[in-house]
């Protein structure tokens, strides 16, 4: 596996890089159009309501403790991808939280090579969290693109042949009810399987 840390930002460079681009009229990625410029400027404002809201469970609190290596959290995202815009405010409160664990993130479009590794049912499906060791960089667990009730949800929509709309909807309500605590309990699980 290549992978390339160096084209990676931290959390608050990336949220610079997202509103600098928004007051340009613009996102991340090739495609500018304007429902892609709608969704940026959503997900801009839901993820600073998760920075102002989102906190981390006690259960999840107590498992970082625990962490005892130093490890990136490499993910895969996009400005104008809602999935990361809800995900990707409690990956921040983690590092936080955890001395050994950095975030990084890394921006899908201009790195397929990595994303393409990482495919969802064949998709490029994002955010997509690579969790690598720090001193050798080697894979040690992924997570992604969202949690797994929501992942349901999103392949019977298709299934379905649901409109964007539509999906969307009972995406970020379900989203919205959740209040991060399925991804939590998931981050939980996997970081006490591989990092504790």
């Known amino acids: 596996m290549k992978t390339n840390t160096d084209r990676s930002i931290d959390y608050q460079n990336y949220l610079d890089l997202l509103n600098n681009l928004m007051a340009e009229g613009k996102t991340t990625g090739p495609d500018q159009s304007e429902d892609y410029l709608n969704y940026a400027k959503l997900n801009l404002a839901r993820m600073n309501r998760l920075n102002k809201t989102a906190t981390l469970t006690t259960e999840l609190k107590e498992t970082l403790q625990k962490v005892n290596f130093p490890c990136i959290f490499l993910v895969l995202t996009e400005g104008w991808c809602g999935d990361a815009a809800q995900n990707i405010p409690t990956l ?20 397929l090579e990595l994303m393409d590794q990482y495919l969802t049912d064949g998709g490029r ?13 080697k894979e040690i667990f992924t997570w992604g693109p969202r949690p797994e009730a929501v992942q349901h949800i999103m392949l019977e929509l298709k299934e379905k042949k649901a409109e964007k709309s539509e999906k969307a909807e009972k995406i970020h309500k379900w989203y919205a009810a959740d209040k991060t605590l399925s991804l939590q309990k998931e981050l939980k699980d996997l970081i006490e399987k591989y990092l504790c």
């Open 92 to 111: 921040h409160l983690i590092e936080e939280e955890c001395k050994n664990i950095e975030l990084k993130l890394i921006l899908r479009d201009e790195n």
């Open 125 to 137: 499906s994002i955010p997509k969290l690579i969790c690598l060791s720090k001193v050798s960089l």
